[in-house]
């Protein structure tokens, strides 16, 4: 069987026409050379080398094979290349998992700038519930999440990226739209959209409302921030939404306004405790927390 080691001794005597400068090149002694060659030639049963003038010179058999020497070398370059640079985070895959109002928004700004300036890489977003995205990086189907708070198990662990705040959008034209900032209280005569009760932000919402003592009119609940803002362009109402979707896409005709007191929460980025972390995704993380600390505030 031809070996790795027989091919490297090959190639180095068709580049140097000689058993003690190809020696010198893979750093062995010219015996050790020598014995590979005899080993090859005798496993392929012809001869590669003439001896002329104390240098060697290919066969016409050497020669034919040469051609497939250089192409096994330059996918092994090619190897190294990206060996390279895949330790230099210029070339990989990341699998990222997000809740949807931050995958569509300002997460989806910095997948697009990171992709345009490392042009090898190659990225898969997709936009979930916050416990669907949990569950993604707790199995490993994704390398990076990030969510809104809570989050809690035993094989994640997180930091926070950003703070945010559930905030009031609506119509430009609706009379609190004229507020640079919207008291909870000033919400009671007012149709509200908000989201569904078993929604991962609803209890900030409810709790909010209870310790203001309103009975709110919530015409209609959702499932995602993207939906309210939608019913609120068309009129439906005040959505009490998480706000950063329409911050990072804003629809004309459209305002967002701080709802007083602050209902924060936070965005976290979540990774497996466990599972081995590319140098990619050190360099994406670095890219998204500049890009989340220049959102509007």
Same mark, same amino acid.
């Given at each position: 069987m031809i070996t790795i080691?027989?091919?490297?001794?090959?190639?180095?005597?068709?580049?140097?026409?000689?058993?003690?400068?190809?020696?010198?090149?893979?750093?062995?002694t010219q015996p050790a050379v020598s014995a590979v060659l005899k080993h090859m030639e005798s496993r392929l049963g012809m001869q590669l080398f003439a001896r002329s003038g104390g240098r060697l010179v290919p066969t016409p058999e050497a020669l034919a094979l040469m051609p497939d020497v250089a192409g096994i070398?330059?996918?092994?370059?090619?190897?190294?290349?990206?060996?390279?640079?895949?330790?230099?985070?210029?070339?990989?895959?990341?699998?990222?998992?997000?809740?949807?109002?931050i995958a569509n928004g300002y997460l989806a700004k910095a997948v697009a700038e990171f992709t345009a300036n490392n042009a090898?890489?190659?990225?898969?977003?997709?936009?979930?519930?916050?416990?669907?995205?949990?569950?993604?990086?707790?199995?490993?189907?994704?390398?990076?999440?990030?969510?809104?708070? &809570?989050?809690?198990?035993?094989?994640?662990?997180?930091?926070?990226?950003?703070?945010?705040s559930i905030a009031c959008v609506m119509r430009d034209d609706h009379p609190l739209a004229a507020r640079q900032e919207v008291h909870i209280s000033d919400l009671a005569p007012h149709a509200l959209i908000t989201y569904l009760p078993q929604a991962l932000l609803r209890p900030y919402v409810d709790r909010a409302l209870s310790e203001a003592g309103i009975? &709110?009119?919530?015409?209609?609940?959702?499932?995602?921030?993207?939906?309210g803002i939608a019913l609120a362009y068309h009129g439906a109402g005040v959505a009490l939404v998480? &706000?950063?979707?329409?911050?990072?896409?804003?629809?004309?005709?459209?305002?967002?306004?701080?709802?007083?007191?602050?209902?924060?929460?936070?965005?976290?980025?979540l990774t497996h405790k466990t599972l081995p972390r590319?140098?990619?995704?050190?360099?994406?993380?670095?890219?998204?927390?500049?890009?989340?600390?220049?959102r509007p505030s």
């Open positions: 080691k027989h091919i490297e001794v090959f190639h180095a005597l068709m580049r140097t026409g000689s058993a003690t400068a190809a020696a010198r090149s893979l750093h062995v070398y330059g996918r092994i370059e090619a190897f190294e290349r990206s060996a390279r640079d895949l330790a230099g985070g210029r070339l990989g895959t990341l699998s990222i998992a997000a809740s949807s109002p090898g890489i190659r990225l898969t977003l997709q936009s979930l519930a916050s416990p669907d995205v949990l569950d993604r990086v707790a199995s490993g189907e994704a390398e990076l999440g990030v969510a809104y708070e &809570p989050v809690v198990h035993s094989e994640v662990e997180t930091q926070v990226l950003a703070h945010n009975t &709110p009119d919530i015409k209609v609940q959702v499932g995602l921030s993207i939906t998480e &706000p950063q979707l329409l911050m990072s896409l804003p629809l004309p005709g459209l305002v967002a306004r701080p709802l007083l007191p602050r209902l924060q929460l936070k965005t976290l980025l590319s140098q990619l995704l050190g360099q994406f993380i670095a890219h998204l927390k500049q890009v989340a600390g220049e």
